[in-house]
């Protein structure tokens, strides 16, 4: 059998991935370096001198980076000693050894795109942890905030919808609580539009109110597996408790009003008792500028707690208790942040793998797992999804996901090609999005 196609690359002129590289990453590292200098007071405030020459510091080997980017010099080796550097620098070693028949060294336009994108946002922090006393800063902790406080209608709106629907939740009919349940589905769904590193760092906040769009949104939803999910999840709820424990694990994506959509999801999954568990999954590093770290997700809960709308601080203070009485439990693990696809995790991240297969469902938010779930390859698009994952099934799964890259898979015939002639941009522009399911029910 043929193995799997090759992987998007910046060596297609013209592609999303080569238009990323060229022009989307160097205007991110560009704000990275804007960012540095405005805070240049506060780390003077902070550290005195010391913190005006890491500044320095950093912003030299950010301008650096940019320029051996933007020149498409190799692809060099970290030198930083931190918990993921041997398994990077392995990596590295790997991607050459792809080459070595070229005798070529792994550049940035001619390496597979995720690879070098990934590179880009570790580079980054390598940049800020050679730079101490300032090595925990964040250089993308404002932009989320930022978007955030934005979206602060949306909050309000989504945060007020859910305190009244589960006041009555006990006395939903089933068809009625699977409505609600699809509804916040489809806003975390569309919550994925908001991801800052697609609009090259700028804001990109919730400034409609998605909940009545939800019905003029639908036609925009490629791949609708919903039906599969409650299938999957009221069946054991139906069982009455012989299934005492229903585990449903989330793997985060964008902070900000993402990160709210997902959290009112994980609120609704305890409340109409679908789930009794809800793990998260976040990033140990800033990534792709808008991903959820620690500081972010308890950041964000902080904010909706002491806001001053009774809804919302209502949601704040239900979620804060979750986390207490463990009924939410955050994790975090370097293999989200390595470049690796999914089918590797059995052997790159085992302990993560056999982690994952205690789930009853995993769902994967946005563009990025996607990516890394099919190895953002040049898939057919009418390749099943179970084939482009490769091996990759710890338990059941939906990628919950706005296209933002030239990848989609399990299309029926024909559909591909008629959005192609449709609407050029339909696999970049998050106006489409999928809930797309493997399992076993
Ligand atoms: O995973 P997310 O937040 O939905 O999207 C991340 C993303 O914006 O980054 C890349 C562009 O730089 C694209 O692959 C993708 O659209
Ligand atoms: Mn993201």
């Not at 998260?280 to 590093?285: D, L, P, R, S, Y």
Request: aromatic residues 12%; negative net charge.
């Amino acid at each position: 059998m043929a193995g799997p196609p090759a992987s998007l690359s910046g060596q297609d002129v013209g592609s999303f991935a080569y238009l990323t590289i060229k022009d989307r990453i160097p205007q991110i590292l560009t704000k990275v370096i804007d960012t540095l200098h405005r805070h240049k007071s506060e780390f003077f405030e902070k550290h005195g001198e010391e913190g005006m020459e890491a500044e320095k510091k950093a912003i030299s080997l950010l301008s650096k980076l940019r320029n051996e980017l933007q020149t498409d010099k190799p692809i060099v080796p970290f030198v930083e000693k931190f918990a993921d550097t041997d398994i990077w620098n392995q990596y590295l070693e790997y991607q050459q050894s792809l080459l070595n028949e070229s005798n070529g060294k792994p550049s940035w336009f001619q390496s597979p795109w995720l690879f070098v994108e990934c590179y880009m946002y570790r580079r980054i922090h390598e940049a800020i942890i050679q730079s101490p006393p300032i090595d925990d800063f964040d250089v993308f902790k404002e932009s989320k905030d930022q978007n955030f406080f934005e979206s602060q209608e949306s909050v309000i709106a989504l945060c007020t919808h859910l305190q009244q629907l589960t006041r009555t939740i006990d006395d939903l009919e089933e068809n009625q609580l699977k409505n609600e349940f699809f509804k916040l589905l489809q806003i975390s769904l569309w919550g994925n539009k908001c991801d800052l590193s697609i609009s090259g760092g700028e804001s990109s906040s919730q400034k409609t109110d998605v909940l009545n769009s939800l019905e003029d949104l639908k036609p925009f939803i490629l791949v609708n597996d919903l039906e599969q999910l409650w299938s999957l999840l009221s069946k054991y709820k139906k069982a009455g408790g012989t299934t005492p424990l229903v585990r449903v694990d989330i793997v985060l994506d964008n902070s900000g009003f993402e990160l709210v959509t997902d959290l009112v999801l994980a609120d609704f999954f305890l409340s109409s008792k679908l789930a009794t568990e809800i793990h998260f999954h976040g990033k140990t590093i800033p990534w792709f500028v808008s991903d959820t770290t620690i500081r972010d997700f308890n950041w964000l809960i902080e904010q909706v707690k002491s806001c001053n709308h009774i809804w919302m601080s209502k949601c704040g203070a239900d979620w804060g208790k979750y986390l207490k009485m463990g009924r939410w439990i955050y994790h975090d693990h370097i293999f989200w942040t390595l470049p690796h696809e999914y089918c590797a995790m059995p052997q790159v991240a085992p302990d993560l793998y056999a982690e994952l297969q205690k789930a009853h469902l995993i769902l994967f938010k946005g563009d990025l797992n996607y990516r890394k779930l099919t190895g953002d390859r040049k898939w057919e698009f009418t390749v099943p999804f179970h084939q482009a994952l490769n091996g990759f099934h710890p338990a059941p799964l939906c990628s919950i996901r706005t296209l933002k890259a030239e990848i989609q898979v399990g299309l029926q015939p024909g559909q591909g090609e008629q959005l192609t002639a449709a609407e050029p941009s339909w696999l970049t522009g998050g106006k489409y999005g999928v809930f797309q399911f493997d399992g076993p029910l």
